[in-house]
């Protein structure tokens, strides 16, 4: 089946630098994609959507210039976490969108800022 | 807008066992998906059930299956047979069933269940 191919699986970083994390899509292609932030034993709260070629919709709440999303083509989706910060330590995943009803997911990003 | 209201936090139950996640849901809209996720200590997002709302039939899969009542916007998830391997925090979403292909087919997600299973 469809396979959504995320890395990193997990990273550390210190305070004030960026990390650029990726969800590539494998053997299809993918209009749109869902970014999720998931907190310790909390639920997953949709962040953004990024639609390919054109700029991405941004949750109410969801700082734009802070969580940088690019989705420049059919097959790769990134998120960049600008000037990180302890409190932006999370987990972060993402999945395809468009009208199929399956729905698949990457593996998730552990970051940790220190 | 919609919503996912998922009231039982932690859930337990022994093995080989039966046990019933609770699910309810509200929205405007007459079309629309419905899921169960099942996510273990991994945190991949594993899907266990999906349910077309305009389809009457519950949905199964093997020993899972789910007890739809469109009317009272329920969703609840039947684990038959528990297994130690389903121990897992397991979320309930909701999904339009909109042809923009954008934000409108974003999963909402429950709060979830964390799921114990006793040997």
């Known amino acids: 089946g469809a396979v959504v191919s995320q890395h990193p699986s997990w990273v550390i970083c210190k305070s004030g630098t960026s990390v650029k994390i990726e969800c590539r899509s494998l053997d299809f292609q993918a209009t749109t994609m869902f970014w999720y932030r998931q907190f310790p034993k909390q639920s997953l709260m949709l962040m953004a959507t990024?639609?390919?070629?054109?700029?991405?919709?941004?949750e109410q709440g969801v700082e734009k210039d802070k969580f940088l999303i690019n989705h420049a083509s059919l097959t790769l989706s990134t998120l960049t976490v600008t000037s990180a910060h302890p409190e932006d330590s999370s987990f972060y995943i993402c999945?395809?969108?468009?009208?199929?009803?399956?729905?698949?997911f990457g593996s998730g990003t552990q970051l940790s800022v220190l | 807008a919609q919503t996912v209201t998922q009231s039982q936090p932690e859930m337990s139950v022994q093995e080989a066992e039966t046990v019933t996640l609770s699910c309810t849901y509200d929205t405007s809209e007459s079309d629309y998906y419905l899921f169960w996720y099942k996510q273990p200590p991994s945190r991949q997002m594993i899907l266990v059930i999906r349910q077309e709302a305009y389809k009457q039939q519950n949905a199964t899969e093997n020993r899972f299956s789910v007890n739809f009542q469109k009317a009272a916007k329920s969703f609840s998830l039947k684990i038959s047979d528990s297994q130690l391997g389903d121990a897992a925090m397991y979320f309930c979403a909701y999904r339009s069933a909109g042809l923009d292909g954008g934000a409108t087919n974003k999963l909402i997600f429950g709060t979830g269940t964390l799921l114990a299973v006793q040997p």
């Open positions: 999945s395809t969108g468009g009208t199929n009803e399956k729905l698949f």
């Open positions: 990024s639609n390919e070629g054109s700029k991405a919709t941004y």
